[in-house]
């Protein structure tokens, strides 16, 4: 994580119609090693008026005190652990208990990496926010991104 990472983001975004509310900054757990450094930074942004995720939870090196402990708006939960919803896999659960943790501490839900319609059926019955993946959308260049939109 830079140390200064939003030196003239308040103006950066000042001739669109984009809403700095619009914008998440997502920060992996790696960012969290120092501590402090993370959440200083963090606090910058959410004073610029921008919203702040923790990505590919579950994955990283964070303790679990740092999603109490840091500014944040928004957990993502990993593809991997998307992957495992309605397999065998041992880990399978794990899903859930991270939805469960999310809402405990109020922070929006993110499933990174939704493939299947039994994935986007079990994150609807729990009421998980946000979805992202193949079966919502495919990776697109920006340029498709806007005329997709304007449909």
Known sequence: MLSRPFVGAERSNQHTAIRPQQIWLEATERAFIDINSARSTLVRARELGHAVAIDDFGTGYSSLSYLE???????????????????????????????????????????????????????????????????????????????????
Not at 111 to 128: F, K, S
Request: charged share 25%; net charge negative.
């Open 69 to 151: 402990g840091l500014p944040l708006d928004a957990l993502l939960i990993d593809k991997s652990f998307i992957d495992t919803i309605s397999t065998n896999s041992a880990t399978n659960s794990v899903t859930a208990h991270i939805i469960d943790m999310a809402k405990t501490l109020k922070l929006k839900i993110v499933a990174e990496g939704g493939e299947t319609q039994a994935q986007a059926d079990y994150l609807a019955a729990r009421d998980v926010d946000y979805g992202q993946g193949r079966l919502f959308a495919r990776p697109m260049p920006a340029s498709e991104f806007v005329a997709d939109c304007r449909r």
